[in-house]
């Protein structure tokens, strides 16, 4: 690498490293205002350093000589998601207070959607930041899965999880790496699982609404993946046997 372009793509591997500085921030914020224990801390710790390590490996393969905008707005919710990971793992030593809990989940899915809109406005949409923006957001849901799932029981996990288990699959079954097409159906499937989730986990409804709630979403989660993988082994036979690593990552993208 040329002593320029080492020069030129410092800036870019630091957005990662200035997240994962803003992270501890936040949790030396939430250490302080509600006495953050050993484990909320470990977490959040481990959070914030296995996604500065992802990104920058990202960053390094992708080639970008710019972070853009609308990774700055994806690093935030990140930064967000990171603190709501950590109250969750505090919760199993101690009830973190629901309404910071609430306020952090709510703000991160109020700005999911704001990146893409950003990228589309400043004209620097990339797979990455496509790939990016859905990780997130499929933690987020695994999170807030495993934080209903402590009032309501394992099978709540299955709304987490179901996205990793497709992506597990598609490493067995290629076809299922398949382009889909656009449906604003899926969308807002995948949109509603935080809002019912946060909903359920609020203490707003009675117990038997919330639990309502949250089989809502799982019904409608597994309503679009099925209808999805129904769709795409039909159109199996267009698939080839290995599917390029770019080409995947875009469709998983789409997910």
Known sequence: MALNDMYAARPVQQEPAVGAGVQLVLLALLGAAIGLGPVGWLTGLVFAVVSWAVLSRALHRSGLDSFGPANRVTLGRATLV?????????????????????????????????????????????????????????????????????????????????????????????????????????KTVAALQGILLLLASSGLLPVPASAGVVVLALALLTWSFGRDVVWLRRHAHAVPDTVPVQAEELDLAAR
């Open 82 to 186: 990171g603190g709501v990971t950590a109250l969750v793992a505090d919760s199993f030593e101690g009830a973190p207070p629901v309404t910071l809990f609430v306020a952090l989940t709510a703000v991160a899915l109020l700005l999911d959607g704001v990146d893409g809109k950003v990228a589309r406005r400043t004209g620097t949409t990339t797979a990455l930041g496509a790939r990016f923006d859905m990780e997130v957001d499929a933690f987020l849901i695994l999170v807030l899965s495993v934080y209903v799932a402590l009032d309501f029981g394992p099978w709540v996990l299955l709304i987490g999880a179901m996205r990793y288990v497709f992506v597990a699959a598609a490493r067995v079954w290629p076809w299922l790496n398949a382009p889909l097409p656009p449906s604003t159906a899926r």
